[in-house]
């Protein structure tokens, strides 16, 4: 005990702060890194599905994204509660899906291309046939990949 | 105020106390803005639009897993009602046909899986449906090249031993026009 007593007497000297921003700029940077602007604000309520067979998508300039979901609670009035899609931060109809796409592919290079991804992120309430409409355009418009987005279910099944 | 001298202004440093308030003020920025959104999802290839009606009749009936998924949400494989519990385990072993029993597929290459869904049908649903024979083939890909090549299926793999599992066990999932009983919401 006498090691530790000794030396509760002295005055502990300040600890340096000198690497504090050091610190602070690492994280800086790794959540810039990390970091994706929201360039579109959601006007549909969107709760994907969870699943277990997923795949990562992984260049984001490569995807766009599909919304199909009931307006939130602020838009109803405008666009009522039945589901609606949602292409880039505004409410559309399915025939705008192929001026959609070719405005997101025009800003890609040439061989980038066919890598072209979209992602459908689809509400779990929606029916099929609004959704089965979207497929049916995006096949029509050639664009042929796509991602059923959802979110990762620990559980298993009933 | 007295001319430093020189030699002081050597020993000068900047201050960089106000460094770390600069940099938090950053980072609380960066933390707002962030949405750390991997997106993730199940990545299906759509086939290619065209205007004639396919032709299923040519096939036969044991080769084909046929899935219909009402406006109810109900499942009907097969011409019998399911689970979606069960579905992935009955959609390996027509796949596979481990026992050759002759209403299974004659073999991995012939087997189709045939989804079906109503207008009416919950998107939940339908992706749970989907998630599921998709699992069936990821399992039946998993152990294949687990038994090959001593490890589970992955995109990291050479493209030619993935390329040659795929072969072995192709995955045909052909989605029919919907029917259109169901209310829509």
């Known amino acids: 005990m006498s090691k530790f007593s000794k030396k509760r007497g002295k005055s502990s000297p300040a600890i340096s702060t000198a690497s504090l921003p050091d610190i602070i700029f690492m994280l800086l940077f790794f959540f810039m890194m990390v970091t994706v602007l929201r360039d579109s604000d959601l006007k549909l309520q969107v709760n994907t599905p969870e699943a277990t067979q997923l795949t990562k998508l992984d260049e984001k300039s490569l995807v766009n994204y599909i919304y199909i979901g009931r307006p939130t609670q602020q838009y109803q009035s405008v666009y009522g509660t039945s589901p609606r899609i949602q292409l880039g931060d505004k409410i559309s109809t399915v025939d705008d899906i192929p001026l959609f796409l070719e405005q997101h592919k025009v800003k890609l290079p040439e061989n980038k291309r066919p890598r072209i991804t979209s992602s459908l992120r689809v509400d779990g309430d929606v029916t099929m046939g609004i959704v089965q409409d979207v497929k049916t355009k995006l096949r029509k418009s050639n664009q042929l990949k796509i991602n059923y987005s959802a979110g990762k279910r620990a559980g298993s099944l009933d | 105020m007295a001319k430093t001298k020189t030699r002081d202004r050597m020993n000068n440093e900047i201050n ?78 027509f796949i596979m046909n481990p026992t050759k029993r002759p209403d299974l597929a004659e073999g991995p290459r012939n087997a189709i899986i045939s989804l079906k869904n109503d207008r009416g049908t919950n998107y939940d649903t339908y992706l749970a449906v989907y998630n599921e024979l998709k699992g069936a083939y990821d399992e039946l890909w998993d152990e294949l090249s687990e038994r090959r090549y001593g490890q589970p299926y992955s995109e990291e793999m050479p493209f030619a031993q993935r390329k040659a599992i795929r072969d072995e066990i192709p995955m045909v999932l052909s989605e029919a026009e919907p029917t259109n009983f169901g209310e829509e919401q």
């Open chain 2, 16 to 93: 960089a106390g106000s460094m770390a308030d600069i940099a938090f003020l950053l980072l609380i920025f960066f933390l707002v803005t962030t949405t750390i959104a991997e997106d993730k999802g199940i990545l299906v290839k759509l086939p290619p639009w065209s205007d004639e009606e396919p032709d299923i009749t040519r096939l036969k009936e044991r080769n084909v897993f046929s899935v219909l998924v009402n406006a109810q949400n109900q499942l009907l494989v097969r011409e019998e009602p399911a689970r979606i519990g069960e579905l992935r385990e009955r959609a390996k072993e």
